[in-house]
């Protein structure tokens, strides 16, 4: 039987160890196994683009253990009352082929983005960095506000976002944690936000070239945390900004940011970092208080991987074990699988039925 | 709520159509898919393997839905007890991204290569081939037997597998099942079988280069059904065979195929045929009676992609709806995935716990 976590069953999960407390397991989880990258199978994800949005498959493994995400991206759904990404994935043993766990994925998406964005900001921002402005308010906002609350000390939050009712909802939503020390102001533009902000983080949805953050924005020191260029034809930020000389672009996975961050604007050229070097200290992300360093985080297996082994590890630890689902067969015989689909038993009781 | 089909679901669908016209359906899902084969985007299977194993990814889409099959091979899972392959699979809408359906695939997947071997051999054996070789006699086997029972009219089989049980096993399934008219003939060796058959379905499992068929067992006329070569150094026919000047080679998808299907012993020479081609009219794959015909399968993503669609079908259509999972969250507002993460309700119930 396949262990199963549900939506509901995620609930619980996280209500009983805390969002916050999630998020920073969740990077403590990332960090260690970003910390040992060589050993891991990777690949740029396969993805299957329709004019309405994209459906991928993000795999990867590390020889003992196999995980996959489904994930699809459709900024349109939201006007037809559904969520604009949705995922859900699987942990398999590699010495069997079995499958251990099915997780739904579309909060983890959420927890373990904002977990590994405030990891690589630990790496990244000003030592001290106490304000975040936060472009973008919509559905993974929040957990962004609650990892850089927690992982990082941000004690002010700077909010914008195009569509006001987005950031009075982050806003109701922020209020309801009553996150310790936590100052929340709501500007009036994305400039406003960003002028005097420590981190700058950009999460916004829109499926096109966005300049949601523009050169003169940028003050020197800044951390830039942008996740919501993710796809092909997908950034926000302007392409002088990672131009800057003094610049330090940081990524997941350099051949998939090539393609689907934000230095796909870069058509190739530029110095970028892969966050493993810098978690294993091999690279500095940083080297002055003054240079501008960037996050382009487009989502990476990895960080699946990992939070599919933490959520495996987490369900297998609750007194009650979780569920568990009927999704591979278990014949008496494993070379008699036809033995297994047509058992007798069942073959009597439809004969009894007729 | 995504709809759900677990191994004991499968079971009762396939007991009420009955397991024979199951995959006589199932093959007409097939062809009528294989018949619009340029719509559909075409991949081959991205595939993680391991020293005792491999584990697969199979998606493709026709624009308006889209499916992935998982599945792994790991032929020396039967010494602990479990099964060489198993397999799950999801059917989603493109218009949303949103799954619609997980089903188990490990029973799915042996009856849908059933269907489409017994497919391909309507177009390529002789008219009137009426006894077939089984050589192999594991896992797949009865599937096959029933397939081209059922959609040929094969009325002896003639059996053998290098394991006797295997045989042993095989006969008392089929036994139970009381096929029309069915004689199974035991045979002491691979030529014996072989010998007079009108068809050669050959289903063995070991990973490696094996000459389960050499030249001098094929005769003037045979269609041969190699089933059990499907990855790379994986084979069952002697590299002769596939170079007789009479012979006429059919497979699923060439550029998968040429990886993974006998005719990588070709090494990307030879002529062969896309089933699509045949199934559409537009070539043939038996000129004569004299000529040897070759359906080379390896499996492939457009024949779970029809599987899933004709199980959704199915399902849907009981009385009983079949069961559904919350894999996907149901926010009551799609912009705000955080309250649907932390409802207010559940955290009133935590209060009242702690």
Redesign the interface.
Known sequence: MVH?I???R???L??RVG?GRFIEELAAEIAADYQRWNEF?K?AR?A?H?T????E?M?T?D?KL?S?K?V???PK??A?????V?A?G?L?D??????LL?S?M??VT?LRTAAICALAARHMARAGSRSMALIGN??????QAIAFHQLLGIRELRLYDTDS??TA?LIR?LA?LQLQDLTVIRCGSTAEAVCGADIVTTVTADKCNATVLTPEMIEPGMHINGVGGDCPGKTELHGDILLRPDARIVVEYEPQARVEGEIQQLNGAGRVTELAQVLLGKQSARATELEVTIFDSVGFALTDFSSLRYLHRLNSEQPDGGQR???????D????????????T??LR?RRTA
Do not use: M, W
């Not at 037809?80 to 604009?84: A, D, E, I, P, S």
């Not at 689902?325 to 014949?331: A, G, N, Y």
């Open positions: 199963y549900g939506t509901e995620l609930r619980e996280v209500s969002c199978e690949s396969l299957s329709s309405v949005g994209v459906i498959l795999p493994t020889g196999y996959f489904y699809n991206g459709h759904n939201t037809q009352g559904l969520l604009t949705t859900f699987v398999a590699v010495s069997t082929g079995y499958p099915l739904e579309t909060f959420a919509g559905a993974q906002s929040e957990f009712r987005a909802k939503n309801r689902i009927d999704l591979i067969p278990e014949p015989d494993p070379k008699d699988l036809f033995a297994g689909l047509t058992p007798q069942s073959r439809r």
